[in-house]
């Protein structure tokens, strides 16, 4: 199983999930770990303004393929469209506090503290 967190500096998780400059990645079968760009935070200036013409719908869409085999997310907060995108493709998501190290919302996620977010019916 893969864990995602967002990050803005590989040690803490980052406070907006759609912002955030990288996606620490957790797999749980191997242990192994890996710091993945948002490629949406790393473009160019120009780039940025025709992502923001297509909305938030567009950035949903590019991080869902640079998560596309993550199976949970934990994050501090994450708006609506990503949540709708991200459970549409069959992603668990999971909110941290604020300002904490991601070390520390591994532990709460393993130890079952942290609260899940449900589909909306």
């Known amino acids: 199983m893969k864990i ?5 500096d590989g040690e803490h998780v980052s406070e907006a999930f759609g912002h955030a400059r ?6 749980t079968d191997t242990h192994e770990t890996d710091l993945r760009n948002n490629i949406e935070m790393h473009n160019t200036h120009e780039h940025m303004h025709s992502i923001h013409d297509h909305g938030r719908h567009k950035r949903a869409e ?3 393929e640079i998560l596309k085999d993550v ?4 994050t501090s ?8 995108k991200m459970l549409s493709e069959g992603k668990v998501i999971y ?3 604020k300002k904490i190290k991601i070390s520390d919302a591994l532990s709460l996620y393993f130890n079952g503290q942290l609260r899940k977010i449900k589909q909306e019916a």
């Open 4 to 8: 995602s967190i967002p990050t803005d």
């Open 22 to 27: 990288y996606f620490w990645i957790l797999d």
């Open 62 to 64: 590019i991080i869902a």
């Open 71 to 74: 199976e949970i997310i934990i």
């Open 77 to 84: 907060h994450i708006g609506k469209p990503m949540i709708d």
């Open 95 to 97: 909110i941290a506090p």
